[in-house]
Nanobody, 119 residues
Framework: VQLVESGGALVQPGGSLRLSCAAS????????MGWFRQAPGKEREGFAR????????GYVDSVKGRFTISRDNARNTTYLQMNNLKPEDTAMYYC??????????????WGQGTQVTVS
């Protein structure tokens, strides 16, 4: 699975961004999809995930109510809508796919990342 993220940008606090993750080679219909981020000097963390059929989503507390993960299996694309962005959201954002489960440790296909800077 090849994953390509887009949509990262420099945005002011309180602003919004929509990230996209386009998959190729394989269809994502049977994959759990997730978004991870890594800030400078910190470990990469998973913060949003969505089941293969899109009926179940999960978020970490720091983004609940502000971020929304969604997917369009027909377009083979996953999205992340980010609202009310904060400086602490600044990070490289990665899209990931997992074939076997939606646990954070199951994600084993990764994109190259897109930079989000909130300042």
């Amino acid at each position: 699975v090849q994953l390509v993220e887009s949509g990262g940008a420099l945005v002011q606090p309180g602003g919004s961004l929509r990230l996209s993750c386009a998959a190729s080679v394989l269809r994502i219909t049977t994959y759990c999809m997730g978004w991870f981020r890594q800030a400078p000097g910190k470990e990469r963390e998973g913060f949003a995930r969505i089941s293969p059929d899109g009926t179940s989503t999960g978020y970490v507390d720091s983004v609940k109510g502000r971020f929304t993960i969604s997917r369009d299996n027909a377009r083979n694309t996953t999205y992340l809508q980010m609202n009310n962005l904060k400086p602490e959201d600044t990070a490289m954002y990665y899209c990931a796919a997992a074939r076997r489960s939606c646990s954070w440790t199951a994600f084993n296909y990764w994109g190259q990342g897109t930079q989000v800077t909130v300042s």
